[in-house]
C-alpha cells in the first residue's frame, strides 16, 4: 500500500485547506483509514477516521465541527477538509491506512495501522 498526502501549506487563522491522501494498492474491501498530526515536541494525535463498516468519519475534539473526512467514489483519494484554522492546528499531517479491517475504526491506535504517508505540512499563523 502506498500513500501520498498533499495539500498543506501555510494559512492565517481562520483560513482553509485540503489535504488530499492518494492511496494504491489497497483491496479496498475491508480497511481503515486514519489522519493523524504531529506538531514539533508534541505526541502523535488522531485527527480523524474511517472504515468499511462506519457508517460516518470520526473526528476528534479538537476538530469536530471544523475538518471533514471525505473520499472520492473509487475510494482511490481521501480527503481532510480542515476549515476555520487556528494556531495550534500547525502540524504534520498524515494519513494511514489499515487493510483487511472489517471493524469501526473508533477504537484502533495510530500504531495499528500498518502504512503511513510521508505527511504534509502545516501550518496557521496569527
Known amino acids: 500500500v502506498q500513500l501520498v498526502e498533499s495539500g498543506g501549506g501555510l494559512v492565517q487563522a481562520g483560513g482553509s485547506l485540503r489535504l488530499s491522501c492518494a492511496a494504491s494498492?489497497?483491496?479496498?474491501?475491508?480497511?481503515?483509514i486514519g489522519w493523524f498530526r504531529q506538531a514539533p515536541g508534541k505526541e502523535r494525535e488522531g485527527v480523524s477516521c474511517?472504515?468499511?463498516?462506519?457508517?460516518?468519519?470520526y473526528y476528534g475534539d479538537s476538530v469536530k465541527g471544523r475538518f471533514t473526512f471525505s473520499s472520492d467514489n473509487a475510494k482511490t483519494t481521501w480527503y481532510l477538509q480542515m476549515n476555520n484554522l487556528k494556531p495550534e492546528d500547525t502540524a504534520t499531517y498524515y494519513c494511514?491506512?489499515?487493510?483487511?479491517?472489517?471493524?469501526?475504526?473508533?477504537?484502533?491506535?495510530?500504531?495499528?495501522?500498518?502504512?503511513w504517508g510521508q505527511g504534509t505540512q502545516v501550518t496557521v499563523s496569527s
Open positions: 494511514a491506512a489499515l487493510d483487511d479491517w472489517g471493524f469501526s475504526c473508533s477504537k484502533l491506535k495510530g500504531y495499528e495501522y500498518d502504512d
Open positions: 494498492g489497497f483491496t479496498f474491501d475491508e480497511y481503515a
Open positions: 474511517i472504515s468499511s463498516v462506519d457508517s460516518r468519519p
